[in-house]
């Protein structure tokens, strides 16, 4: 099958390939600039741009850590990653990647649009209060991340109602992705909740509002799979752990040799402040977790409003800001290594332009 491009709002996307928004240094300006760059859409991740550039953009930093909110979701540093990113694919669509459940939402969103965003993808809750984020910008294009019909016909009845708007995509995601997953943990392992499974529905469901693309999500790996998913009805694909594997990936060294020295048995769900369970490879930490040996909760970050100023990390035990901070960093003791079920099977890595040779045309080795 030859992958066409395809359209979301006023932007053509020439590959149907989005590349996931992994937060905290996985996906920012080189890896969503390169991505966008060989014509699929890069996808630059919001959460914890503060720790960026060795916390440059931080104003306040306590122990290393970015102080609040303001300094963890820095909008200087969110500003200069695009600008690097632009450096990268000029003027080819990029998108940003913005958590519903972070602190600041809205002001983040009008950040992202400020710095240059196009597009702004948006999970982690279902969220029925995006376009108001983005009224100052009726140019840029909202994609909302759902996991059931439902949820779309939800939000399409709100949007439309509050602000006269619809979705310009929608994302569907399956409970096979990198961290945060839209079910329950018992709910993961359920195979009506699995991506073929609930792809088709909100694809019929998007059709009763107009044209919206649907961009299938959560375990997508190969050449094959994104057949397999078009042959299904979806527009494209959001792939992220993939992109792990690839040389302009902005995550550390120890990340990726963690993710390609982990084997299928240690890729594990695990409770999370969120909320909801997060998928990552089991490290260090989650053995120190279950001895009392972690590092305290402190909440210096206060980065997602779910968790309570760290209520919630205490419970779990452990500040997944820091983790994650600790991921990027390379901290291999300490860190929160998120990955998606298949990350077991990346066991290289190429270049951003290779693997996309790879996506469009298939594996020959």
């Known amino acids: 099958m030859e992958l066409k491009s395809f359209k979301i709002g006023k932007h053509t996307i020439e ?11 996985i996906s920012w300006d080189q890896l969503a600039g390169n991505v966008s760059l060989e014509g699929g859409l890069g996808v630059i991740s919001a959460v914890g741009t503060g720790v960026y550039k060795n916390r440059k953009f931080a104003h306040k930093v306590v122990k290393n850590r970015p102080h609040s909110e303001i300094n963890f979701y820095s909008k200087d540093a969110l500003i200069n990653i695009f600008e690097n990113a632009r450096k990268i694919c000029g003027d080819r ?10 602190s600041g939402y809205n002001q983040t969103v009008q950040d992202a649009c400020e710095a240059g965003a196009d597009m702004i993808i948006t999970g ?5 209060t995006m376009p108001e984020a983005v009224k100052d ?9 759902v996991s059931t019909a439902k949820a779309l016909r939800i939000l399409c009845r709100r949007w439309k109602k509050t602000h006269n708007r619809l ?38 469901e998007a059709k009763n509002w107009g044209s919206m693309p649907v961009i299938a999500a959560g375990g997508v790996w190969s050449h094959d799979d994104i057949v397999k998913m078009i042959e299904l009805g979806a527009d494209a694909v959001q ?23 982990a084997g299928e048995e240690d890729i594990k ?29 402190a909440c210096i970050s206060n980065c997602v409003a779910p968790c309570n100023r760290g209520e919630e990390a205490k419970i779990v035990g452990y500040c997944i800001a820091d983790r994650l901070s600790d991921a990027y960093d390379g901290i291999k003791e300490s860190g929160l290594f998120f990955t998606g079920a298949n990350g077991y099977k990346l066991n ?14 298939g594996e020959t080795n």
């Open 239 to 261: 792939m992220g752990t993939r992109f792990i594997g690839t040389i302009e990936c902005d995550a550390s060294q120890v990340m990726k040799e963690m993710i390609i020295s």
């Open 15 to 25: 590959k149907p390939i989005i590349q996931g928004g992994m937060g905290v240094g």
């Open 348 to 361: 290289e890595i190429i270049t951003v332009k290779e693997l996309m040779e790879k996506l469009v045309n």
């Open 137 to 145: 910008y009726p140019e840029v294009a909202l994609i909302p991340i």
């Open 167 to 204: 979705p310009d995509a929608v994302i569907v995601e399956g409970p096979l992705s990198g961290g945060h997953q839209g079910f329950k943990y018992d709910e993961c392992f359920l195979p009506e909740n699995q991506l073929e499974e609930i792809l088709p529905p909100v694809i019929e």
């Open 269 to 297: 769900l695990f409770k999370s402040p969120v909320g909801y369970p997060a998928r990552g490879v089991k490290s260090e930490l989650h053995a120190n977790i279950e001895a009392g040996t972690a590092p305290k909760v």
């Open 124 to 128: 982690a809750g279902l969220p029925l």
């Open 93 to 102: 669509p990029l998108a940003c990647n913005v958590l519903y459940a972070q």
